[in-house]
């Protein structure tokens, strides 16, 4: 198992960034796919980025152009950049590590260690 531990959530105004932070405590993104997914009050879990173990990058439309996800160079620790912040970025911030193919990437049942999560509030 891959023990994860997210940070980096916090409060910021509409139009600012933060960067979330997922580092393994056990072992390292090396042979795993790293997913972020977010939840907000009274919606579904939905996935937000990812990047394979080959550093393949794959982001939701809603995302696309305002987060990037990227790999330390140790590849222990993953992170989420999250620009241009609006208020429907609100949300428990999770991470997780899976094997899943590109194709079922998105499918958060294929994922199997998952962080704490960390709030992430948008005020506008």
């Known amino acids: 198992q891959v023990q994860l531990v997210e940070s980096g959530g916090g409060l910021v105004q509409a139009g600012g960034s933060l960067r979330l932070s997922c580092a393994a405590s056990r072992g390292t993104f090396s042979n795993y796919n790293c997913g972020w997914f977010r939840q907000a009050p009274g919606k579904e879990r939905e996935f937000v980025a990812a990047?394979?173990?080959?550093?393949?990058?794959i982001y939701a439309d809603s995302v696309k152009g305002r987060f990037t996800v990227s790999r330390g160079s140790d590849k222990s620790t993953v992170y989420l950049q999250m620009d241009t912040l609006t208020p429907e970025d609100t949300a428990v911030y999770s991470c997780?590590?899976?094997?899943?193919?590109?194709?079922?990437?998105?499918?958060?049942?294929?994922?199997?260690?998952w962080g704490q999560g960390t709030q992430v509030t948008v005020s506008s």
């Open positions: 997780a590590v899976g094997r899943a193919e590109l194709s079922a990437i998105r499918n958060p049942d294929l994922y199997y260690d």
């Open positions: 990047i394979r173990w080959t550093g393949h990058t």
